[in-house]
């Protein structure tokens, strides 16, 4: 079967669980209350495209590109962003619900995830270097042995991050969640003093 090579096109309304989207290059498209739930997306290539409203949870994304690709309100419970293809993987997301999601060992530098949902997610052993954690919810976010490097997570909540298992240096954080820094030490900060 032919690949298709779509650019520019919109889909509206689509539930993509009924009717199958062609496998293929999609370039400079919108998806905007399309559902995607369950879907296999392998090897499908996402360039300069936009998902609004749209519901990608559980999806599958083996060797899946992602290039330029915005998300906005989306929900995308359980992606595994891992499998997907990394040569120029870059995206950013918008309120959108990323809980249980899995980023490990990718590389996805400059990375935006503005007013978003990220519970539990699996950021063990990525490279989120100058990235920028913009009103986000990371409970539960793992990170182990990750690069944070210039990361900026002043104005996020509930994240728990080991300096000893990460690297820091120039990251930027809000005194009033410095807690989450400092949680492995179960220690007592007095928020009053």
Do not use: W
Request: glycine share 6%.
């Amino acid at each position: 079967m032919k690949e298709a090579h779509v650019l520019g096109e919109t889909f509206e309304n689509t539930d993509f669980t009924q009717q199958t989207l062609g496998k293929g290059e999609y370039e400079n498209c919108t998806f905007r209350n399309c559902n995607f739930e369950y879907a296999d997306l392998s090897g499908f290539n996402f360039n300069d495209c936009e998902f609004i409203g749209c519901n990608l949870s559980m999806a599958k994304l083996v060797k899946a590109a992602f290039r330029d690709v915005v998300f906005k309100e989306c929900k995308m419970f359980g992606l595994q962003f891992n499998e997907c293809n990394e040569f120029g993987m870059s995206f950013r997301f918008e309120g959108c619900s990323l809980n249980n999601s899995i980023f490990y060992k990718t590389t996805i530098k400059k990375t935006l995830f503005k007013n978003s949902k990220l519970i539990e997610v699996d950021f063990a052993e990525c490279d989120l270097s100058n990235s920028i954690f913009s009103g986000c919810d990371l409970s539960g976010a793992i990170f182990e042995n990750t690069n944070l490097e210039k990361t900026d997570f002043r104005t996020s909540v509930n994240y728990s991050i080991d300096p000893s298992e990460n690297r820091l240096k120039k990251a930027k954080f809000s005194l009033s969640e410095i807690y989450g820094l400092l949680r492995k030490f179960d220690i007592e900060i007095d928020k009053n003093s």
